[in-house]
């Protein structure tokens, strides 16, 4: 394996990665042979270009049932041989490519390695995926009512970062049920009218 970009305080994520144990190491032998630093981001070994522009190109992370490559800008790259999978409609940037077997992964190395290297290629050009604007998605009718009915919680809600506002919109429209909406709306207005996003503690 590439030690490069080797970090040691990464180690341990492979080794509590159970039954994705060999797959997940495979994959970090993988991303090390092109090149890349590797750090502790959200948990996961996250790896970043170690040029000028120093962005975030690859995590791994493992699943119950797979273990994937994640690709910040996979949106942007050529797919190709449509090995690259958007995790749900609402994810606008990533993209990832998965697997459910160490053979598997040896098997498609060299093409992993191809989108590996386009992907640098599209951070090095500093391109940029173009994000829909909070205005583009849905306000679930239940907080718009809210929101209708009470100034304040509208003013902070605006007062919001549109990346706190995405994911309060995503987070209230996700269940089928109007009551289980209506439930997460108000159980979270607190946090809203306190000027925090979804995961502030």
């Excluded at 997940?24 to 170690?50: A, H, N, T």
């Amino acid at each position: 394996m590439a030690t490069t970009g080797l970090n040691p305080a990464v180690d341990f994520y492979f080794e509590k990665a159970k039954s994705w144990e060999a797959a997940v190491k495979q994959l970090r032998k993988i991303v090390l042979e092109c090149g890349l630093r590797e750090e502790l981001k959200w948990g996961v070994p996250c790896y970043r270009y170690p040029g000028p522009t120093k962005g975030n190109i690859v995590l791994i992370h493992d699943f119950k049932e797979y273990c994937a490559l994640l690709f910040f800008k996979g949106a942007l790259m050529s797919n190709t041989h449509h090995l690259l999978i958007q995790q749900t409609k609402n994810v606008q940037a990533a993209r990832q490519i998965r697997f459910t077997s160490v053979q598997e992964i040896k098997k498609l190395a060299p093409l992993l390695k191809a989108h590996i290297y386009e992907a640098i290629e599209i951070e090095k050009a500093g391109l940029k995926v173009e994000l829909k604007k909070t205005t583009e998605f849905s306000v679930p009718e239940e907080f718009q009512q809210k929101l209708d009915k009470n100034a304040h919680l509208k003013k902070a809600f605006l007062a919001l970062t549109p990346g706190r506002q995405r994911a309060y919109l995503l987070h209230f429209s996700a269940p089928k049920q109007s009551t289980t909406r209506e439930a997460r709306i108000e159980k979270l207005t607190s946090q809203i009218l306190a000027g925090k996003g979804l995961n502030d503690l």
